[in-house]
């Protein structure tokens, strides 16, 4: 099970800090995603980490703004977004999959957690 957290309503500028607990099963072996969804947009990749080995993965319109990490110790996923612009205002979803085929694609992912609002004001 995964559950998201720490959207809001920020200005442009500003950063957040989402969550995404997981629970229910070992996720030591996933690929943890991010993934946002504007009204009206296909849902999109953000970016991703590999839990074992720690390598992460960018969307182009988040790299350096963005960061992903891990804690194993508090089972959750984090993503901390500065500079954010307007145009990252979307529902934010964590996911999770052992081995998806392509890990930009949320179609990949087996699990969800439900979403978190994001919006950024300009």
């Known amino acids: 099970q995964l559950q998201a957290c720490g959207g809001g309503s920020v200005q442009a500028g500003g950063s957040l800090k989402l969550a995404c607990a997981v629970s229910?099963?070992?996720?030591?072996?996933?690929?943890m995603g991010w993934f946002r969804q504007a009204p009206g947009k296909e849902r999109d990749f953000v970016s991703a980490i590999r839990w074992g080995g720690g390598s992460t993965y960018y969307a182009d319109s988040v790299k350096g703004r963005f960061t992903i990490s891990r804690d194993s110790d508090e089972n959750t996923v984090y993503l901390q977004m500065n500079s954010l612009k307007p145009e990252d205002t979307a529902v934010y979803y964590c996911?999770?999959?052992?081995?998806?085929?392509?890990?930009?694609?949320?179609?990949?992912?087996?699990?969800w957690g439900q979403g978190t609002q994001v919006t950024v004001s300009s």
């Open positions: 996911a999770a999959d052992l081995r998806p085929g392509n890990l930009y694609v949320p179609g990949a992912y087996v699990f």
């Open positions: 229910g099963r070992t996720f030591s072996s996933y690929i």
